[in-house]
């Protein structure tokens, strides 16, 4: 016996010889190859030894010619071990499920926080979570990962200017800047109005100061509409001027639109494919097989799993892919220069103030060139033209 | 394995230390480790076995070992080895009227 794992592993059983002629006995037994080892006596007409399992099946054979009674007394070794194991399957199952409900909560949402956020923005924000199915006692897996989660709460509720996202373990904490920040109060440090374009003046609404110029004067940028400094002269006081001066402006604008485009689009055919994905080895459990789709995009959604707060090497990946398509866009001249049109309204408002308004618009060219149709517009827009600018000191003085 | 080892080790010493071919005549090689161990190789069967004490068939006569809690530990067919607390070693020869 020079290792006991051996024995161990095949298992082995202590066995009781009683008899005469037991020394006899084991000399036979050890002549056929019948491992045997510990052998202790235990009174005149006894002993004991232990073997291997597989032995002592064979040994009743040996102990019939000698005339010896054996019986055994203890049985130890793996296959022993998996006899009870199995009587006991009980435990094992409870082991299992013990585990797989612990897989199971470690991967559900228990948490959602929120900090920096005002309650109705915070109101706002959990409304469309829910939406999202980001609540507590969902799966994680049904999730959508934390970027979709922030790019969604950042589209989607205008109030946010930033959300940090972030999934610790089971709870998702969100962190939150708002837009409306407490509006700072308005400097009231005395100031002018000036104008900041060309522009003629078509209205004017003054709440503090001394107005300096009239409807239909035409300003330069720069030039002093609202005075802040009002009184007699000699007894002036400095305030700061408030108002809106609006005028009329110009701008020119510039478009070119192909009138044949072609552009890819999806066609809104997906296919979903799961994956349970260990280590590096993706082994597909749902969707088989390679797509059909010619032109394609895939969007690939991972999520690891977690055992209390260690994340595994193992992880659920969704595949979401899209079928994309070419399609070809044809205008004729006269929807194509509308299109123009609108796209160069839009583009001169965006910088704009909310408040202009666009008055009057008016081609001034229209060519069609290498097939595209080329635009240059002329647009009056009424804005408010008046911007502050603090008094200085030096001038006062 | 240690029987083969042995008996390399005999070969060995036999031709190096020009000893007699004792090798060849079945001769029982007995290791002892102090008073708790002794290993016997080359024995041709049990005979006796107590705590006490522990006879063994040798090819010549028989082994008589005496002692206290004996414990065989391995039992092969040429090999034993015997644990426990040993007081005695004795050969017995047959003509001097050893049981058998």
Redesign the interface.
């Known amino acids: ?1 020079k290792n006991g794992w051996i024995e161990f592993l095949f298992g082995k059983v202590t066995v009781k010889v009683s008899g005469r002629g ?2 006899r006995f ?2 036979i037994l ?2 056929n ?1 019948l ?7 235990h009174g ?1 007409e006894t ?1 004991t ?1 232990k073997m291997r399992l597989k032995d002592a099946l064979i040994i009743r054979k040996f102990a019939r010619k000698s005339g010896c009674r054996i019986a055994f007394l203890q049985r130890s070794g793996v296959p022993f071990l998996v006899k009870r194991l199995l009587k006991n399957s009980g435990f094992l199952i409870g082991i299992g499920v013990f585990f797989m409900l612990f897989l199971f909560l470690s991967n559900v949402i228990w948490g959602i926080e929120i900090k920096g956020a005002k309650p109705a923005t915070e109101h706002k924000i959990r409304q469309e979570l829910d939406k999202m199915g980001v609540k507590i006692g969902k799966l994680q897996f049904f999730v959508d990962n934390v970027e979709a989660i922030q790019r969604k709460l950042t589209n989607n509720i205008g109030a946010l200017t930033w959300v940090g996202v972030e999934l610790k373990g089971t709870t998702y904490h969100f962190q939150v800047v708002e837009k409306n920040e407490p509006k700072k109060p308005e400097t009231l440090s005395p100031r002018n109005l000036i104008a900041k374009k060309k522009a003629i003046i078509v209205g004017m609404y003054v709440e503090n100061g001394q107005q300096v110029v009239n409807i239909h004067d035409h300003v330069e940028p720069g030039q002093l509409l609202v005075s802040g400094e009002i009184g007699m002269e000699g007894k002036t006081q400095q305030v700061a001027a408030k108002g809106e001066i609006w005028g009329e402006t110009w701008y020119k604008s510039h478009v070119e639109l192909p009138l044949n485009s072609s552009f890819k689009v999806f066609n809104g055919n997906i296919e979903e494919k799961h994956y349970l994905k260990i280590g590096n080895l993706e082994i597909p459990f749902w969707g088989f097989g390679k797509s059909k789709f010619k032109e394609y995009e895939t969007e690939t959604n991972e999520h690891q799993i977690q055992f209390l707060k260690w994340s595994l090497p193992i992880s659920i990946e969704n595949k979401t892919i899209r079928e994309r398509e070419e399609i070809t866009r044809n205008y004729d001249e006269l929807q194509a220069e509308q299109i123009a049109l609108e796209m160069a309204k839009k583009q001169i408002k965006k910088h704009l103030d909310e408040e202009a308004k666009i008055k009057d618009e008016k081609i001034l060219q229209r060519t069609i060139k290498d097939g595209k149709v080329i635009l240059d517009i002329h647009f009056k827009i009424y804005e408010n033209i008046a911007i502050g600018k603090p008094i200085s000191k030096e001038i006062h003085e | 394995m240690a029987k083969k080892w042995g008996q390399q080790i005999r070969n060995w010493m036999a031709k190096k230390m020009d000893l007699p071919q004792d090798v060849a005549m079945d001769l029982p090689r007995i290791t002892m480790i102090g008073q708790i161990h002794i290993y016997i190789e080359n024995h041709k069967g049990l005979l006796t076995f107590t705590d006490k004490e522990l006879r063994l068939l040798l090819k010549q006569g028989q082994l008589l070992i005496k002692g206290k809690s004996f414990v065989i530990k391995t039992i092969l067919p040429e090999e034993i080895l015997l644990e426990g607390k040993i007081d005695q070693v004795v050969y017995i020869n047959e003509n001097q009227g050893g049981a058998k």
């Open positions: 016996m037991i020394e084991l000399n050890t002549r190859g491992l045997i080892w510990n052998v202790r006596r005149t002993i030894f």
